[in-house]
């Protein structure tokens, strides 16, 4: 693969793929125990970003990629994919878990076919996607394992081919490498990073890792406390694929710096706010 290939297709004249404006969250709304998670939070991506959202604890980062997802009720915003408003769960996108959401009486391949069959594809296409995504994240040989037979980046791996096998034009990563140990950790990070270029995916992807949101994206969204919203927006200039060495440019370690006194700067205004 030629490094030019790996790029993120960014082109500022390109048209959105996905644009939110305004969304607010308000759990149990006119109750005594109602939660203004998300306030009127923005933002525009474009085909081929690989955007992260950093913000402290509680903030809202999984609220805004649940909303993104469509499984949350918006109380007000708008949310348009390619321009087209949307008001649910589609094809369009998909979700990686933090905890991967596996089937435990299903074994890999039927794990991955999930979303394939619901879709009603036949059978000869599932076999091919299903098969295709198990060489793509390694696990060739796993297909007729059950999820407790396996280890837990292996249990990722499934949770990102079940995600890339239904092609959707965005994928949603609510920390997905969070349980994962370290070792494990970076390998998956720089795998994701290739997948994601190879297929020419857009990835919008949740961590409280400064680290590995630096490391992988080429914009991050950050937020402030609870209610959350999208108060910068922090472009990572740094050409891909990026390597182990990438880390060690003073770049790199300026670009951490910031996210750093971001995310200082909102935990003292929590502790202001006396919810820490
Ligand atoms: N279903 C729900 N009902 C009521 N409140 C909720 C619900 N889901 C989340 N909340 C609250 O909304 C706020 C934002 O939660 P959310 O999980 O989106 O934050 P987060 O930034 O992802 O948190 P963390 O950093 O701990 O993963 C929190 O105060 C949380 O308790």
Redesign the pocket.
């Known amino acids: 693969m030629e490094q030019a290939q790996l790029q993120p297709r960014v082109h500022p004249q390109e048209t959105p793929i996905m644009e939110f404006s305004r969304l607010n969250?308000i759990?149990?709304e006119g109750q005594p125990?109602q939660?203004h998670?998300?306030k009127d939070a923005s933002a525009v991506i474009y085909p081929g970003e690989f955007i992260s959202i950093i913000?402290?604890?509680?903030?809202?980062?999984?609220?805004?990629?649940?909303t993104l997802d469509g499984l949350n009720r918006l109380s007000s915003g708008k949310i348009r994919i390619d321009g087209r408003e949307v008001n649910g769960p589609g094809g369009d996108r998909a979700m990686v878990f933090q905890d991967f959401a596996l089937m435990p009486w299903h074994t890999v391949y039927e794990n991955i076919a999930f979303g394939l069959r619901l879709e009603g594809k036949p059978k000869s296409y599932i076999r091919e996607k299903v098969m295709h995504y198990i060489r793509m994240v390694g696990l060739e040989g796993f297909d007729g394992k059950y999820p407790h037979q396996l280890s837990g980046g292996m249990k990722q791996r499934v949770g990102i081919a079940r995600a890339f096998a239904v092609e959707p034009k965005i994928l949603l990563m609510?920390?997905p490498f969070s349980a994962i140990d370290e070792q494990t950790r970076e390998i998956m990070q720089e795998e994701v990073l290739k997948l994601m270029l190879i297929e020419k995916k857009t990835v919008i992807f949740?961590t409280?890792s400064i680290d590995e949101a630096v490391f992988l994206s080429n914009r991050i969204l950050l937020?402030t406390v609870?209610p959350?919203t999208v108060v910068e927006e922090l472009e990572i200039d740094i050409p891909y694929p990026r390597t182990l060495e990438t880390k060690l440019l003073p770049k790199y370690q300026e670009y951490k710096s910031r996210v750093w006194d971001h995310l200082k700067g909102e935990v003292k205004r929590q502790y202001q706010k006396g919810e820490v």
Do not use: F, Q, W
Request: glycine letters at 16%.
């Open positions: 969250v759990y149990n125990n939660v998670a998300l913000g402290p604890s509680g903030c809202g980062k999984s609220t805004l990629l649940h609510d920390e949740i409280h937020m609870r959350g």
